[in-house]
């Protein structure tokens, strides 16, 4: 079943506030991985981590790999209309040769003007 | 370019009948996957492939078949369709980075 505990499950937030949302797990991860899914549309990959501790930035976008290796966050700053959607993480488990990926369960961003 | 193509977009079943999803990739990546995706729990890997002639299960692969005979496709079957297969699905791609790239879904109603 899903390894990844993703919160918060949603998020309302007005125009110009910054978004954070985190994976948790039990779990230790290779690789972690955020994409955004917008209504309709399947998920698009926003930032790729695959080392513990690195901070990667795409944009406004800032995602982190944490030190454990059993959590990672994702940063919106400055937020805008267009980021609304469902925010999901993704890791591989250092166990799995195949490179599986274990999925979060998604945070629903509703961006208000 | 057309990345990951998925057909049909939409699809409604009566219970019991058969279908085959289509899923297309010219990215010449080896990795390809199956999801389903169903309200609050995410994605569920259902079948995936490391390469052509090779296929394994994920997590919830009953009522589901797959085959690889080339790196390009990887359809999903569902042999008798039953309500409880009603979701999305969506098709994946993997590069060597693990890095995978999804489809734009195929929405399926069981009725």
């Known amino acids: 079943g899903q390894q990844l505990n993703q919160s918060p499950q949603s998020m309302f937030i007005q125009e110009g506030e910054d978004v954070s949302m985190n994976c948790t797990s039990s779990s230790i991860f290779n690789t972690w991985l955020w994409y955004k899914q917008e209504p309709g549309e399947g998920p698009v990959l926003l930032i790729a981590l695959y080392k513990a501790g690195e901070l990667t930035s795409n944009g406004r976008l800032t995602a982190q790999f944490g030190i454990t290796r059993k959590d990672s966050f994702l940063n919106i700053s400055a937020s805008i209309p267009s980021d609304v959607g469902i925010y999901f993480c993704a890791g591989q488990l250092t166990t799995d040769s195949w490179g599986k990926l274990q999925f979060g369960a998604g945070t629903q961003v509703v961006v208000t003007p | 370019n057309a990345g990951v193509t998925q057909t049909p977009k939409f699809q409604v079943l009566k219970t019991g009948q058969s279908m085959t999803l289509q899923c297309a990739q010219d990215?010449?990546?080896?990795?390809m996957s199956w999801y389903r995706q169903d309200p609050g729990m995410g994605l569920r890997l259902i079948h995936y492939?490391?390469?052509?002639?090779?296929?394994d299960q994920g997590e919830v692969p009953n009522g589901y078949n797959v085959s690889r005979s080339t790196t390009e496709d990887f359809p999903l079957r569902l042999l008798s369709a039953a309500p409880s297969q009603t979701s999305v699905y969506f098709c994946a791609t993997r590069d060597t980075d693990y890095e995978q790239y999804f489809g734009p879904g195929t929405r399926l109603t069981v009725t």
């Open positions: 990215m010449n990546h080896e990795y």
């Open positions: 492939s490391v390469g052509a002639g090779i296929t």
